[in-house]
Every structure is written in C-alpha cells, then in structure tokens.
C-alpha cells in the first residue's frame, strides 16, 4: 500500500457457506478459543473455529455475530 502502515486487525473472522466460523487474532490481546465458545467452539488462543449454522441473509449474520461478540467480552484481554 505504497509504504503504509496498516494496523493489525483484533480479531479475523471467517464464515463458511455451511456455516462453520474460523477465528483468528491479529493481537495477543484476543482470545480466539474464548470467542470460539460463544458459537459452540474451541481451539487455541491465536486460533479456533465455531458454529453459527446455515444462514440466508449475509449481513443479519454479521450483525448477529458482531453483537454476540459485543455482549460477552471474556475474548478480550485488557
């Protein structure tokens, strides 16, 4: 990007067709396996998957996700 510095994302994530989220971190203060548990998951701290389930409308789903993740911050390390 022409020298630029891009800041590293908190928290990636990852939607499937078929429903299955991948969750990684782009900082050490994000728990990915602590995320992962709100959608029926697990895995490590820098990585980890879950379940949201099959889904028509694309942006509900953000949204949905996106307020999970906002009502239970046991993800974030402060």
């Known amino acids: 990007m022409?020298?630029?510095?891009?800041?590293?994302?908190?928290l990636l994530l990852m939607l499937s067709q078929g429903g299955m989220l991948g969750i990684r971190r782009g900082k050490e203060t994000v728990m990915c396996n602590m995320a992962a548990k709100l959608f029926n998951g697990g895995g490590h701290p820098y990585a980890a998957g879950g379940e949201y389930g099959l889904y028509e409308d694309f942006q509900a789903v953000c949204d949905d996700i996106f307020q999970t993740l906002s009502k239970d911050k046991a993800w974030v390390i402060e």
Do not use: I, K, R
């Open 2 to 10: 022409d020298g630029e510095n891009l800041e590293v994302a908190d």
